[in-house]
């Protein structure tokens, strides 16, 4: 499995976030559900290049108790 930028993909299914005029993104985690050539389901989790483990558990901490 190679990376890959998810830009488009992203775009292609409609993602979109609440930010306002001026906002500025300073970090991402993505997590996506993919479904691979042969039907199989995975989940994979990409980052911006700045996100280190820690911020990256604290963030996808923080997004869970948001979508609780």
Sequence with gaps: MAEQQV?????????TADIDE???ARDAIVILKVIK????????????????WV???????AAQAVEN
């Excluded at 830009?7 to 993602?15: E, P, R, S, W």
């Excluded at 039907?39 to 290049?49: A, F, I, P, Y």
């Excluded at 911020?55 to 901490?61: D, E, H, N, Q």
């Design 55 to 61: 911020t990256a558990l604290g963030m996808v901490t």
């Design 22 to 24: 001026g906002d500025m």
């Design 37 to 52: 050539a042969d039907g199989s389901v995975h989940l994979v989790k990409g980052r911006s290049d700045a996100v280190d």
């Design 7 to 15: 830009g488009q993909m992203l775009d292609a299914i409609g993602l």
